[in-house]
């Protein structure tokens, strides 16, 4: 795994990425037409392309009967294809069971038809690696699949990767009584508690040490850092918590993905400080938010300032889960240029459709929110959640900024409310637009607080025009 030693070199070569390509302004919109960047991020979202050359981990010594220990044979044949000048690592059918995979650049992690890729339940199979853990950085617990400041890197395939999740293993470490957790048991609470305090009193990352005797949990495939990545086909299943977490990368597809676990903070894709970020034909059924847009918590979102910018969903389908398509609550360096076509949201277990939550502990910003030929079903609360109220609510001094939100032919067969928007009277809401939309069975009025520049053109809730 990446050594401490390795992160603090790279530390010391200037951890933000300000000033990199990573952070790129995009122009302004056109007020009458949003979606007009969209051909030109599309065009810089390109996959990586990998040599033709398969290493089996077979031959590095991997058994797939479920209980030998592949992870040695995992980290030789990644060894091997990065020596090589690069490759597919192939998965062949079968159940190998693992701890922690590190990706190396111009490898392509391919689990085939039939494969399964199953991580042990055992902590120490996951080494202490530079990570970041709820918007905060820290040295914790590996994710399950990490590469850190590397090119060109994949998983990909029609296998599955089982995290290997429940309320026996992993899950109780979030403290639910309702997974495992019993009152008196550990849980994470004391880790993250001290974790935060650590990031508001600015100690070195290098010093926030965190995973053997603690209970972070990690994220399932976690890239950091890293520019050409791809991830496509696999199914996803019971991870300890959010599950495609990319950090701090550029150029990043996420495809064809099926996403499935309904434990806590199980989130399904979750770009953070990324940019250009392709989300499209993936399945979501979660236990938290299905897509959420993250940009760093706090001050430590402050101090590396680096926004998500640029993202692009697609033909996406969420059903259960907290969020469909979320920003925040981490979301400190800002996010901007989001697009969301073409989307199906259904199910009584999906709170909202379109969320944004943030508060005046996070600050930050929100612009250029837009969505397209989205169709919703059932879900719970919203249609479109608009919430500076979120967890510390206004308690803070820095005010969350959100402009530019623009909903265009999206319907909503029922809900408790179409539009549920909270500002403060000190930082309103701005700037929201609504155009051709259909919001069916509603329970109640929209509920609109603090909110500067709504407008609607020929939008109808209960079959009337409002």
């Given amino acids: 795994m990446t050594t401490r030693r390795a992160f603090l070199r790279a530390l010391a070569g200037g951890a933000t990425l300000a000033g990199s390509p990573l952070v790129r302004r995009a122009g302004a919109q056109a007020p009458n037409d949003p979606w007009r960047d969209l051909p030109q991020t599309l065009a810089r979202i390109t996959p990586p392309v990998f040599p033709a050359r398969d290493f089996d981990i077979t031959r590095f010594g991997a058994v797939g009967d479920n209980r030998h220990d592949n992870t040695d044979a995992f980290r030789d044949a990644i060894a091997a294809c990065a020596r090589a000048g690069g490759g597919r690592i192939v998965v062949p059918a079968g159940e190998f069971a693992t701890g922690a995979i590190e990706l ?49 890197i994949a998983v990909t395939g029609s296998g599955t990767l089982d995290g290997n999740a429940s309320c026996e293993h992993w899950w109780p470490w979030k403290g639910r009584t309702d997974c495992g957790w019993t009152r008196g048991s550990a849980n994470q609470d004391a880790d993250r508690n001290a974790l935060a305090g650590m990031v508001e009193r600015g100690v070195p990352v290098a010093q926030r040490l965190f995973g053997a005797g603690h ?105 259960n889960g907290h969020g469909g398509v979320t920003i925040g609550s981490e979301m400190s360096a800002g996010v901007r240029n989001v697009f969301v076509e073409e989307c199906d949201l259904d199910s009584p277990a999906l709170d909202f459709a379109l969320r944004v939550k943030t508060n005046a502990m996070r600050g930050g910003f929100v612009e250029n929110l837009f969505a397209r030929n989205v169709r919703i079903g059932q879900v719970a609360r919203a249609a479109l959640t608009i919430d500076f109220f979120y967890e510390e609510g206004d308690k803070g001094p820095f005010l969350p900024r959100v402009r530019n939100v623009a909903l265009e032919n999206v319907t909503l067969a029922k809900a408790e409310y179409a539009l549920y928007l909270r500002g403060f009277s000190n930082a309103p809401i701005r700037d929201v637009s609504l155009r051709d939309c259909d919001f069916g069975a509603v329970a109640k009025p929209d509920l609109i607080e603090h909110v500067e520049g709504l407008t609607r053109r020929n939008v109808r809730m209960n079959g009337t025009i409002v």
């Avoid at 050409?228 to 959010?242: A, R, Y």
């Fill in 104 to 152: 190396k650049s111009r490898v392509n992690l391919h689990v085939s038809a039939s494969a399964t890729i199953r991580f042990a339940r055992d902590p120490a199979k996951y080494p202490r690696v530079f990570s970041r853990w709820e918007g905060m950085e820290l040295m914790n617990y590996s994710p399950f699949v990490y590469a850190f400041e590397q090119d060109n």
């Fill in 215 to 319: 209970y972070l949990r990690p994220q399932f495939i976690q890239p950091y850092r890293c520019t050409n990545v791809l991830v496509e086909g696999v199914t996803l299943i019971n991870s300890p918590m959010w599950q495609v977490h990319p950090v701090l990368c550029r150029n990043v597809t996420i495809r064809d993905l099926s996403i499935r676990a309904d434990g806590p903070n199980t989130d399904g894709c979750d770009p953070e400080s990324c940019a250009d970020v392709l989300i499209s034909h993936c399945t979501f059924d979660t236990g938290d938010d299905c897509i959420a847009i993250k940009a760093g918590r706090n001050a430590d979102g402050r101090r590396v300032a680096t926004p998500s910018e640029n993202i692009v969903i697609r033909h996406c389908r969420m059903k």
